[in-house]
Structure formats: C-alpha cells, structure tokens
C-alpha cells in the first residue's frame, strides 16, 4: 500500500526555519512528482511547491518563491520542503500528495494528485 508520511512540523518564530519531510513507503518514489500543498482552516487548500519525478524541474508559488526550497533523495524515497524566512501567513497543515508521472510533469493543481498524507502542522508565532 502505497503511503505518504509528513514530518517536521513544528512551532518556529518569524525568520526561523523548518525543513519538512514527505517519506513514502510501499513504492519507489522513482516514477512520482510530487506537491506540497498547504490549508488554514476555512480557506481553500493552496498549491506551495512541486517537483517532477527526476527532480529536474519545480515550481512554487508566487507567496514562498525566495523562501522555500523542494528537493528530493529517491535513494531515500524522501521529498524536502526546506522553509526559511518563515512568516505568520505560513502557518498552516502542509501537505505532500504524489502522482504518477514521467519526464518534467509537475503541478501546483491539487486535483492533478491521487495519493495525499496525513499533513504536519507548521505555526510561525512569536
């Protein structure tokens, strides 16, 4: 069973840094991009940073482009969102989601994605 499991949430003050980690198990990520995903309770869960399957081509949002850093170690089945320059408008559940696909494909379109872990929480408070 293919699972995706966050970690790394936490409580950090404005500027500070966090580094979330999306680990899955049952399948290689070889052959999945992957997005991380972001919703405060009440609003629409918003596209934050994503990566294709070689790691080759990413995007991110507008709101965290400078800030946030995507990456991935296949041989660890693991994909990072590294976060720094944290604000209070960061806060929020994050979220990894995986789909199949080869080549540059990746998307900051939640619906594009058929597989989503648990979520970690991430609050910017001093």
């Known amino acids: 069973q293919f699972q995706l499991v966050e970690s790394g949430g936490g409580l950090v003050q404005p500027g500070g840094s966090l580094r979330l980690s999306c680990a899955a198990s049952?399948?290689?990520?070889?052959?999945?991009?992957i997005g991380w995903f972001r919703q405060v309770p009440g609003k629409e869960r918003e596209g934050v940073s994503c990566?294709?399957?070689?790691?080759?081509?990413?995007n991110y949002a507008d709101s965290v482009k400078g800030r946030f850093t995507i990456s991935r170690d296949n041989a660890k089945n693991t994909v990072y969102l590294q976060m720094n320059s944290l604000k209070p408008e960061d806060t929020a559940v994050y979220y990894c989601?995986?789909?199949?696909?080869?080549?540059?494909?990746?998307?900051?379109?939640?619906?594009?994605?058929?597989?989503w872990g648990q979520g970690t929480q991430v609050t910017v408070s001093s």
């Open positions: 990566i294709s399957s070689s790691g080759g081509s990413t």
């Open positions: 049952g399948y290689t990520l070889d052959y999945y991009a």
């Open positions: 989601a995986a789909e199949t696909a080869f080549g540059s494909w990746h998307s900051l379109d939640e619906d594009e994605y058929d597989y």
